[in-house]
């Protein structure tokens, strides 16, 4: 089965820097990667994704970057503000079912 | 916007007991998952649900789980007789048929004394 791997497990920011947030699949076939964001205690919530035909897309200061030949996709936050500080998971799933299978979590730490 | 609905926010249930978590997705969705998230780790898919039935489980959905659309609203996971590593965070999500996205309840924090 597919198995997705995620680094850091933690990223502290200043206010303002960029945060950096990588992730590689194991299955070529998967073709669809969303991303999440759960803050404490809440249910996760999709921020962005992309499809396996796109190399990046952007939303204001999130964007997410897709190398499908060494199968690793990464998120990218600019400007950080203290609310973004959250628990961000990568996924990956593939076309019929569509189960994405879970990073184990990046935990975003923006300091004021 | 609409919400998948999860209840309830917390159980507390005594080792071997059964539970029931029930779930309201989407009301147009057409997909139907459970998955589950142990404190500090990673959310791992149990099972999915279309048109009725089981579409795909993955192992730690063994003999004690079950799921059930009892009414064209609900979406329950039953746990038959529930063992101290079942504590977790159980969350519901759904899907249209339209899209790849799935969209998750707030989820229910059972534990297991």
């Known amino acids: 089965g597919e198995n997705v791997e995620q680094h850091p497990s933690t990223l502290s920011v200043q206010e303002g820097d960029s945060a950096v947030i990588k992730c590689t699949y194991s299955?070529?076939?998967?073709?669809?990667f969303p991303w999440y964001k759960q803050e404490l205690g809440k249910r996760p919530q999709l921020i962005i994704d992309i499809r396996s035909n796109v190399g990046e897309k952007k939303d204001q200061r999130i964007a997410v970057t897709l190398n499908k030949t060494a199968k690793h996709f990464s998120l990218h936050i600019t400007e950080t503000q203290p609310e973004d500080s959250a628990v961000y998971f990568c996924a990956a799933s593939k076309g019929g079912s569509y189960i994405p299978t879970f990073g184990r979590g990046t935990s975003l730490i923006v300091h004021p | 916007e609409p919400e998948v609905t999860q209840t309830p926010s917390h159980q507390v249930t005594q080792m071997g007991q059964e539970v029931i978590l029930r779930c309201v997705p989407i009301s147009n969705h057409l997909y139907f998952y459970w998955y589950r998230q142990i404190l500090g780790q990673k959310v791992e898919f149990l099972v999915s649900f279309y048109n009725n039935e089981i579409s795909e489980k993955s192992e730690i959905f063994d003999d004690q789980f079950s799921v059930e659309r009892p009414d064209g609203s609900n979406f329950t996971l039953k746990i038959r007789s529930t063992k101290l590593e079942d504590s977790a965070m159980y969350f519901c999500?759904?899907?249209?048929?339209?899209?790849?996205?799935?969209?998750f309840g707030s989820g229910t924090q059972l534990s297991v004394l």
């Open positions: 999500a759904s899907r249209g048929g339209y899209d790849e996205k799935l969209f």
């Open positions: 299955d070529s076939a998967s073709n669809y």
